[in-house]
């Protein structure tokens, strides 16, 4: 159980266009999904919070006009890059949270991840 | 607020060693501790989590963390590696604050393991 996935996996694109990202809890539902992105050999930097229903809140220094967020529903989460550069080539990670949290300290599950490269 | 520390970005064990990757964190509420393993170009996969009761935590593949609150640690260990577990390690601390919570991470640790 608790199965999160991502698509595309990967994804090549040119400088300018925008990019879409989606992803899905698949034998749960979830509130509240996480993005982040992980830059080589980093670690992960949480970008925004996504709430279903409502606006995601950004973290500071992310643009929220070039990260467009989009939970319309308890069992997808998208992720728009638009006018992507090559600066936003990245790995970008989806998470979870379950809506029927098994304890209160349930654990997010995370995406497979989608690697973005924009040329 | 919260982070975590993670000393030594590159560990290297050869096959059948312990294997010790070391956490520290600081928070100033009771922290909840997560141990995540990455292998290449994959999510994060939870091997462990501490959040109250027990400091010795038991995870998956033979991992294990104990929580030390006196020494703000959360250190990884597995007696004896894998070659499958060459992978990317993070810790990870959340505190709970009755809504969903906010996970801070390590910057990684990289375990080779060597025959």
């Known amino acids: 159980g608790a199965v999160v996935s991502q698509h595309p996996s990967r994804v090549i694109c040119k400088s300018g266009t925008s990019v879409k990202i989606e992803c899905r809890s698949l034998d749960f539902q979830a509130t509240t999904m996480f993005w982040y992105r992980q830059f080589p050999k980093k670690s992960l930097m949480l970008m925004a919070t996504s709430n279903e229903g409502s606006k995601a809140t950004y973290e500071q220094g992310v643009e929220k006009d070039k990260f467009l967020i989009n939970h319309a529903s308890l069992t997808l989460s998208t992720l728009t890059v638009t006018s992507a550069h090559p600066e936003d080539s990245s790995f970008y990670i989806c998470?979870?949270?379950?809506?029927?949290?098994?304890?209160?300290?349930?654990?997010?599950?995370f995406g497979p991840g989608t690697r973005l490269t924009v040329l | 607020a919260q982070s975590v520390t993670q000393l030594g970005s590159h560990v290297s064990v050869s096959e059948g060693a312990l294997v010790l990757l070391r956490c520290n964190y600081s928070?100033?509420?009771?922290?909840?501790l997560f141990w995540y393993v990455q292998y290449p170009n994959q999510g994060l996969q939870l091997l462990l989590k501490?959040?109250?009761?027990?400091?010795l935590v038991k995870g998956i593949n033979g991992f294990e963390a104990e929580f030390k609150k006196s020494e703000t640690s959360f250190h990884l260990t597995k007696p004896s590696a894998h070659m499958s577990d060459a992978a990317e390690y993070f810790c990870?601390?959340?505190?709970?604050?009755?809504?969903?919570?906010?996970?801070?991470f390590g910057t990684g640790t990289r375990l080779q393991v060597t025959l």
């Open positions: 501490y959040t109250t009761g027990a400091t």
């Open positions: 990870a601390v959340t505190t709970y604050t009755g809504t969903a919570s906010k996970l801070t």
């Open positions: 928070s100033s509420v009771p922290p909840y």
């Open positions: 998470s979870a949270l379950p809506s029927v949290l098994a304890d209160p300290w349930d654990t997010q599950y």
